[in-house]
Each structure stands twice: as structure tokens, then as C-alpha cells.
């Protein structure tokens, strides 16, 4: 874990969305909480992270997320390097 982010703050935000029950409910907070462009780019990062653990391209994902090739490699380098937390989540949804 980065302890640059272990902060009160983001432990509070983690604590709200722990607390949301459905999507629904995701939805009121996060547009509330983001602008409609973090929003999408979250998702955008996510969908990509998707995509490399299902082996396509970089080509491919740029063409159908839009993500520049710099967002796509950051999103690698995360899959790689990282702290497992997409794997985390993949696993738990059956993606």
C-alpha cells in the first residue's frame, strides 16, 4: 500500500462508499462525489485493466475505450506492479 494515501481523509471516503448497498446508491455518491469526466475516466481505467487481463492489444483498447496509449501503459504497469487490487477485484466479480 502507498502510504502517501493513508491519510484520515481517504479513509473516510473508503468507509462512505464500503457503506453504499447497491448501485443505485453508487450512482447518487459518485455524481455527487466526481465530475462526470473523473467519473468516466475511472471507469475508462477500469474498463482498460479488463481488457489487458484479457490479452488484447494496445491497439484494440485504444480503439474501443478511447484511452490514450499512456493511460493504457500506466494501467499495465499497475497490473504488473501494482498492489494486486484490480486482480482483488476482477476475482470477486467473475471478470
Not at 493513508?6 to 471516503?13: A, E
Not at 475511472?42 to 478511447?66: N, W
Amino acid at each position: 500500500m502507498n502510504m502517501k494515501i493513508k491519510t484520515d481523509s481517504v479513509d473516510y471516503l473508503f468507509d462512505a462508499i464500503l457503506s453504499l448497498n447497491n448501485k443505485e446508491e453508487c450512482y447518487s455518491f459518485f455524481e455527487d462525489l466526481c465530475t462526470v469526466n473523473e467519473l468516466l475516466s475511472l471507469s475508462q481505467r477500469f474498463e482498460v485493466a479488463s481488457m489487458l487481463k484479457k490479452g488484447h492489444t494496445y491497439m484494440e483498447i485504444a480503439e474501443k475505450t478511447g484511452a490514450s496509449t499512456a493511460t493504457i501503459s500506466r494501467v499495465n504497469r499497475s497490473l504488473n506492479y501494482g498492489n494486486d487490487g484490480y486482480d482483488l477485484v476482477f476475482d470477486r466479480i467473475g471478470k
